[in-house]
């Protein structure tokens, strides 16, 4: 039995006759950009997320991108984000023109340490970035805690964690303007490039709304400088199909999981998720920790089951960020989850003996 990665069937085939009539009432409807299809999905992701606003956007890095230029952060700027983070949000600071600083993440949760970022708050600094990476909550209520005291503003990277929670608030919900992304592989993706920013901010709103459409409110009126970073009709409409069907599919995912860590537990030298007593976790991705990893992918993939990293290579040591001048060991504890993490296959679909397939495999590998 082959077991990919990942495999759209059964969730595709669910809802295939929903998905064609959200296809048909835009097709036919002849309106494909800034309708009521974008309107009706940002008030029904907002109602999810629980923020006052929702406002579709082209991607999860435009939404992290234009949530840093709402703020008003650029040259001169820092904003802090995880050493073992996805490249998309380091390249949002970068868009704006701030600089990232780099926080080591807590080896436990993977995600970032408020102790860490307390130290690394300087005169410059003018907000924090968490990133809900892998699907679980950051330590929220600290963050929060901290940026209040030192009077900074906080973005959240929610494009692994819709739908996450730390002592029940939602992520995305918490920072003073969010971003998330819909890239198919999400727990909430189109068909397509997509993303959302959340806030409860009137004027960030108002403010974001403006830079996603060329700078304008009124068309042909440009009031700033903006962008072409709107989300289309035809994905808001796929969208808003597979939204109604989140809470289900996240709830799958936990019990893929559970199958995951009840069979693992013990095997080899391998490191199962950790999920911190007050955070929720929607596992985006299932990924465990071996000082054996590239031999157990081998293995892995030799009997026909595939598997990836996120990610080999932290952003300070990526070729695009050379000018920041960090050399290998500058984030250890970023370095070693990029070493020794290897995502397993995390479906929706997925069924308890394809779990058994892959975790006998992984046995056999550590035990023969
Ligand atoms: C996917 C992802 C992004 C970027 O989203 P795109 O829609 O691909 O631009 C940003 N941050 C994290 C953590 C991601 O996983």
């Known amino acids: 039995m082959t077991i990919p990665f990942l ?18 009432s835009v097709y036919d409807g ?12 940002e008030e029904a992701y907002a109602q999810f997320n629980k923020t006052r606003y929702s406002i579709g956007v082209s991607n999860g890095l435009d939404a992290l991108s234009l949530s840093l230029l709402a703020l008003e952060i650029g040259p001169g700027d820092e904003v802090i984000v995880p050493s073992n983070t996805y490249i998309a949000s380091v390249l949002a600071v970068s868009f704006v023109g701030a600089t990232p600083i780099f926080v080591e993440p807590d080896i436990k949760t993977y995600n970032i340490d408020p102790k860490g970022i ?3 708050i300087t005169e410059r600094t ?13 330590e929220m209520e600290k963050i929060m805690a901290i940026a209040l005291k030192h009077n900074l503003y906080v973005v959240e990277d929610n494009a692994q964690a819709h739908g996450a929670n730390f002592q029940g608030k939602l992520t ?19 068909l397509g490039d997509a993303g959302a920013i959340t806030t409860d901010d009137d004027a960030l709103a108002a403010k974001v709304r403006t830079l996603r459409n060329y700078g304008s409110k009124v068309k042909y009126h440009n009031e700033v400088m903006g962008y072409n970073m709107r989300l289309d009709e035809m994905q808001a409409a796929f969208l808003s199909v597979k939204l109604q069907h989140l809470n289900a599919w996240t709830a799958e995912r936990q019990q893929i999981a559970m199958w995951y860590i009840e069979t693992l537990n013990g095997v080899g030298d391998l490191i199962l998720p950790y999920t911190h007593p007050n955070a929720g976790h929607v596992y985006h991705l299932f990924v465990v920790r071996t000082q054996q990893r590239d031999a157990l992918q081998q293995h892995l993939k030799e009997k026909g089951i595939g598997s990836l990293i996120h990610y080999p290579i932290p952003p300070h040591l ?19 989850i990029a070493e020794t993490c290897l995502s397993l296959p995390l479906w929706v679909g997925m069924i308890e003996e394809q779990v058994l397939e892959v975790t006998q495999c992984i046995a056999k590998f550590y035990h023969g």
């Open 7 to 24: 495999d759209f069937a059964p969730m595709h085939a669910a809802i295939r006759s929903e998905m064609q009539e959200a296809f048909q």
């Open 30 to 41: 002849y309106w494909y950009i800034m309708g009521k299809q974008l309107i009706d999905f």
């Open 118 to 120: 307390e130290q690394a």
């Open 126 to 138: 003018r907000a924090i970035m968490p990133v809900h990476l892998y699907g679980q909550a950051c």
């Open 172 to 190: 995305g919900s918490w920072g003073h303007i969010n971003g998330t992304s819909f890239y198919p592989g999400k727990n909430l993706g189109a």
């Open 318 to 336: 990526q070729e695009a960020y050379r000018s920041l001048g960090y050399n290998k060991r500058a984030f250890p504890i970023a370095e070693e």
